[in-house]
């Protein structure tokens, strides 16, 4: 400690912390002390804290105390970065792949590379979770709970064996020009048909009774 | 005033970086030798000459945080 100069020199063991732990430290000590970074004795890299204003001794502890605080926490956010990489980088290429229009065929590709190369042994559990995660949410084509439905096909019963033309003039607006001609609603047409049908039979049996007679 | 640099720990970018910004608060020269990038400074501007060096060694680890993020990205 130099109290007349107003700072202090920490060594630390690059051994022990990462070069990228102490720039972290560093930056997040920009506001509170000048610092300067030098190569020290066997190696070591010597961090000087010169306070931005008058500091006492006690200060200068503490200074140096929260200054080795930080780089532990910038040491650990470093490990964990560097252990989390893959997985990171497999979700959002995963995000970024289902957003794109062809993303089924680039899912494949993707699946067969992970497949030649897997991720690390750390990263398997991770993964197999992750891929049960994405198969659940792409099981939606599925549709067990009939989310997926349309509010026609729900609610006016145009069912699956409905024919297609069924479906297209129930679809199609009605010519709104044409006033004199009856515009038929589709779902009545059946009702239609067997009212028609009866009225047929009634006719006929009608006859059949008056030739009788 | 002459500052030197190690080499281990400070990009000459991001010297070069720092240089550009301070440029108008004094003249500066770059020699290079083994271990270090030394800057010479000299018309220091009279109203920042007392923390001009501090805060010149501030500014370029600024830029070697911002840099060495690049790297891990």
């Known amino acids: ?149 349309t509010w026609e096909e729900k609610h006016l019963c145009l069912d699956k064996k409905s024919s297609k033309q069924e479906k297209e003039e129930f679809i199609k607006e009605p010519d709104w020009g044409k006033e004199s001609e009856e515009i038929v609603i589709p779902w009545k047409k059946e009702d239609q048909k067997q009212e028609k049908c009866k009225k047929n039979k009634k006719k006929k049996s009608t006859k059949k009774n008056i030739k009788k007679n | 005033m002459m500052i030197s640099f190690s080499k281990k720990f400070y990009n000459l970018t991001a010297i070069e970086n720092s240089i550009r910004a301070y440029v108008g608060l004094a003249t500066f020269n770059i020699e290079k030798n083994k271990r270090n990038i030394v800057v010479k400074v000299t018309n220091i501007n009279e109203e920042v000459k007392n923390i001009f060096r501090d805060e010149f060694c501030n500014y370029i680890l600024s830029e070697m945080k911002n840099k060495s993020q690049w790297i891990q990205n």
């Open chain 1, 1 to 149: 400690m130099k109290k007349k100069e107003n700072k202090i020199i920490i060594s630390v063991d690059p051994k022990l912390y990462s070069l990228e732990a102490v720039y972290g430290a560093a930056y997040a000590f920009l506001d509170k002390a000048y610092i300067y970074l030098e190569e020290g004795f066997k190696s070591k890299i010597q961090v000087s804290l010169k306070g931005k204003e008058k500091l006492t001794k006690k200060s200068l502890e503490t200074l140096k105390g929260e200054f080795l605080n930080e780089l532990l926490n910038f040491s650990l956010r470093d490990k964990i970065s560097k252990s989390n990489r893959k997985i990171r980088e497999y979700i959002i290429g995963r995000a970024l792949a289902s957003a794109l229009p062809n993303s089924g065929k680039l899912m494949e590709k993707r699946e067969e590379t992970l497949r030649r190369k897997p991720l690390d042994k750390a990263d398997a559990w991770d993964k197999e979770t992750l891929t049960e995660e994405f198969e659940k949410a792409l099981s939606w084509e599925k549709d067990p709970e009939g989310i997926a439905v």
